[in-house]
Nanobody, 124 residues
Framework: QVQLVESGGGLVQAGGSLRLSCAAS????????MGWFRQAPGKEREFVAA????????YYADSVKGRFTISRENAKNTVYLQMNSLKSEDTAVYYC?????????????????WGQGTQVTVSS
């Protein structure tokens, strides 16, 4: 099993920045792709960003391209999401996900492991 713990969420004004972290523990040798998803109240969980083990493959949702950056430090078993120019529509619970696939997926159902989520609230 792999455990994922997110941190870094909070309340920020529109236009501000936050950096989310996700630390993996347990059978981390089985983890390749990692991703971030989010879920706003009353909405489906949606893809935000994903990264391959070596960082060569990066994927972003159109709604966050140019504002969010995903990165990882494999020595620390940690993935990050730098969020800049935040908008009120970015308000959601953000979830970290991990999978053994080499190619990151943008599909919720294709990830094996999930964190508990961290709340991001952007005030306008």
């Amino acid at each position: 099993q792999v455990q994922l713990v997110e941190s870094g969420g909070g309340l920020v004004q529109a236009g501000g920045s936050l950096r989310l972290s996700c630390a993996a523990s347990g059978r981390t040798f089985s983890v390749n792709a990692m991703g971030w998803f989010r879920q706003a109240p009353g909405k489906e969980r949606e893809f935000v960003a994903a990264i391959s083990w070596g960082g060569a493959r990066l994927y972003y949702a159109d709604s966050v391209k140019g504002r969010f950056t995903i990165s990882r430090e494999n020595a620390k078993n940690t993935v990050y999401l730098q969020m800049n120019s935040l908008k009120s529509e970015d308000t959601a619970v953000y979830y970290c996900a991990a999978d053994s696939r080499a190619t990151p997926s943008i599909v919720v159902g294709e990830y094996d492991y999930w964190g508990q989520g961290t709340q991001v609230t952007v005030s306008s």
